[in-house]
């Protein structure tokens, strides 16, 4: 398990992602957030990647867990 402080402010609660999508029923539920949390708007000035459009989540949750430390 990565090391990772985590923490909650008044409006925003961040942990790491590990925990979340190795239980199937927590994955499912973040597949069907995302695409309402990544809106255009707010990947504007992020990699293409983050770009949902036409993508399946599962295939992009394996392919950022696999790139990266989230």
Known sequence: MPIFQQFETERLS???WAETIAVP?????LAT???DLLTPDVI???PPFFD??????DQWIDARDA????
């Open 14 to 16: 961040v942990a790491h």
């Open 25 to 29: 029923e927590a994955r499912r539920r």
């Open 33 to 35: 957030q995302l695409p």
């Open 44 to 46: 504007a000035h992020l």
């Open 52 to 57: 949902l459009t036409d993508q399946n989540m």
């Open 67 to 70: 790139e990266s430390d989230i």
